[in-house]
């Protein structure tokens, strides 16, 4: 059986031969050909040779072509800040400035990187018949972000028809970016919407379900098959999500696979994820990382799941994490010789947390995965670090990412199970949620009175 074979397989909750492996490969790709990021994604004969030295190491199923969810931004005139071992980041929002939908650049295949995505796809076609190529497409919510800035959870409230014509405009270019990699050779069209984790289920039928239903919907009806890929704690959107008709949806560490089998299978819905992509796959060791996979796999089932990290891989990752999650799902006797083994302590304790408040100021902590990479994560601090600015130095704020062992120390220390996180003297108030201007700096205002600082 074919990689191409087992995911579509799985996708329609037949049995496979074995559970399908995905490696969300983006700039480890740049990192396994000795690269930068930015000159990686910048090139499609890089993007091919990166991709193409995934699957000759982790022997995947599937693999996407690119994992960079700033390019049909970028192409339409959002500024990006460029990092070595990370995508880039948007740091500026055309509708936030003033412009409108219609005076943005128009969205085509010339635009922008989008043909060094669609090149990297056909070569990727022809020199991997059988494995299922993943065409990542931003969704429609996480663009309008880009576009629009954290100004949109406002409007949303505010001027809802506003916001539900920018997710219309946006759909559209999803769309178009869905057929182009169809049309290119493609099996699976992957709508990444991390920003949907941000709000709740009322705010996603309403805004993201009508335009999401018909872009899967296309997707299907152009002979492919649909995934819904979301990042963080979106637990309360998951039966949304599987509402929309893909065929699929995937999600990260934040949400217990447990669950979401539960939610999907109900709804004839396959699922995958959910391997911690930094703890384990990024820092911890071979023992660790088989250990999980292990236990990934038993909580996955053996119809209608896929074995994926959370998100696009850490660009460093040790390929020899990667290569042990192939072995744990293609070795019965090893997977057998791993029940009898306890999972090991990654030793990572709690920091020392002696000294870190000032009576004399506010501390907030923002515990993220990474804010240059992550949006989730860029928005919240960004959304933060706008309001505590208000108080000058009355407030300090400290980033801390999950991608180090200090953010790992001090998000066990401060008792923080899921990101992005903001903590404000202890107290944690904001649980992957960005809030309105005006509720932030009202939590800020409330610390700063008790102390009377104000």
Known sequence: MTGKERIKKAFRFEKTDKTPWVPFVGVHGAHLTGMDAESYLKSSEAIVKGVSKAIELYKPDGIPVSFDLQAEAEALGCKLKWAADNPPAVVSHPLEEGTSAGQLPGFSKDAGRIPVFLEACRKLRREHPDIALYGLVTGPFTLALHLAGTNIFMQMMEAPDEVMKLMEFCNGVSKKMASWYIQNGCDVIAVVDPMTSQIDPVSFESFVSPPAVELFDQVRNEGALGSFFVCGFAQQNIEAMCRCRPDNISIDENIPLSYVKDVASSLNVSFGGNLKLTSVLSMGSLRDVELHTLETLDQGGEKGFIMAPGCDLVMDTPAENLVAVGRVLSDSYHREFLRTLEAADTGTGKADL????????????????????????????????????????????????????????????????????????????????????????SVIREKLVAKKLI
């Open 354 to 441: 002696s000294g870190h408040w000032k009576d004399e100021k506010v501390v907030i902590d923002i515990i993220t995965l990474d804010s240059s990479s992550c949006a989730p994560c860029q928005y919240m601090v960004e959304a933060v670090e706008t309001a505590a600015n208000k108080f000058g130095n009355k407030v300090i704020c400290n980033e801390y990412s999950i991608k180090s062992k200090e953010g790992i120390s001090m998000m066990n220390a401060l008792g923080v199970k899921n990101v992005p996180v903001t903590v404000l003297d202890g107290d944690i108030r904001f649980i992957s949620r960005i809030p309105p201007q005006a509720e932030i700096d």
